[in-house]
């Protein structure tokens, strides 16, 4: 049976490895998939993953209609054997529900790909959609891990090194940043409630008199 599947788990995790590998294992026994994806690091209409690796994909633009495009590419002598979503996150709900179409309508197996919650600990809207809508759900098994060495399970958001909390929900950055952008650092629960990335808790050891910020 034809199943939605989301992939989820923080950055760093190898979401989009996985993405690559489950295309290449397909592709490799003549299978033809169609890939979605939404604001990649690598810019528009790629899938790529940090350990350098690269795919041609369709960027999903705002209000287009995922289950149509498979339709319209299908009737016009398009093959498409299965779909992969990468960064399903940033999907809106309705084109979450229009994949379950085509997991149920079209009969294609479908694999999103995508972290959980924002920066904020908060619930991407594509991400709680596919959580209420899933066949399954499968959490990588590839932890990252915070500056501490503790099992990483949110994502940060960072200036020059420094956490920030407030700003819009999405904001293309990397874990890798240059001064003045906005980057991203996993962090675990307790060091992303003080607000402690890896700079400051550098920092705050440079510095004995300077206190973590506390948890909001």
Known sequence: MPELVFFSGTMDCGKSTLA????????????????????DRAGQGKLSSRLGLVTDAVEVEDGQDLYASLVDHLSQGGRADYVIADEA??????????????????????YAFGITTDFRSKLFPGSQRLVELADRIEVLQVEALCWCGA??????????GQMVVEGAQVVVGDVNQSAGEVGYEVLCRRHHRRRMTSASARAAALSPDVLPVPPA
């Open 151 to 160: 099992r990483a399970t949110h994502n940060a958001r960072t200036i020059d």
């Open 89 to 110: 996150q940033f999907l809106a709900p309705e084109q979450i529900d229009q994949l379950a179409r085509v997991v149920d309508d079209l009969g294609l197996d479908v």
């Open 20 to 39: 690559l590998q489950i295309e290449h294992n397909r592709s490799a026994r003549g299978l033809v998939g169609m890939i979605f994806t939404r604001d």
